[in-house]
Nanobody, 123 residues
Framework: QVQLVESGGGLVQSGGSLRLSCGAS????????AGWYRQAPGKERELVAV???????NYADSVKGRFTVSRDNAKNTVTLQMNSLKPEDTAVYYC?????????????????WGPGTQVTVSS
């Protein structure tokens, strides 16, 4: 059973920085996409940043230029560096791994999620 665990959330003032890390219990990162989502109160969960198995990255427009996602497959970790934080970044941040696997020659996909870590940015 794969487990993801986030760390690094907390309370920070507007303009500050936080670094989120996500570790996995198994060798789940491999070539799978890994990244971060967030969910603010009363809103749907949204993509923040993802790094593909090949290293390509994708960011939500709202965080481009401020956040950086990276991965270390050898250490089974994915990290989100968040700079110039804004109050609207306040949310629970979730680590995600999107796995593609093969069953009887057919590609299947499934998602793994961490329990989430709270990020609060005060104005």
């Amino acid at each position: 059973q794969v487990q993801l665990v986030e760390s690094g959330g907390g309370l920070v003032q507007s303009g500050g920085s936080l670094r989120l890390s996500c570790g996995a219990s198994g060798n789940i990162f491999r070539t799978n996409d890994a990244g971060w989502y967030r969910q603010a109160p009363g809103k749907e969960r949204e993509l923040v940043a993802v790094v593909a198995g090949g290293g390509n990255t994708n960011y939500a427009d709202s965080v481009k230029g401020r956040f950086t996602v990276s991965r270390d497959n050898a250490k089974n970790t994915v990290t989100l560096q968040m700079n110039s934080l804004k109050p609207e970044d306040t949310a629970v941040y979730y680590c995600n791994v999107h796995e593609t696997y093969y069953l009887f020659g057919n590609a299947r996909q499934r998602d793994y999620w961490g329990p989430g870590t709270q990020v609060t940015v005060s104005s």
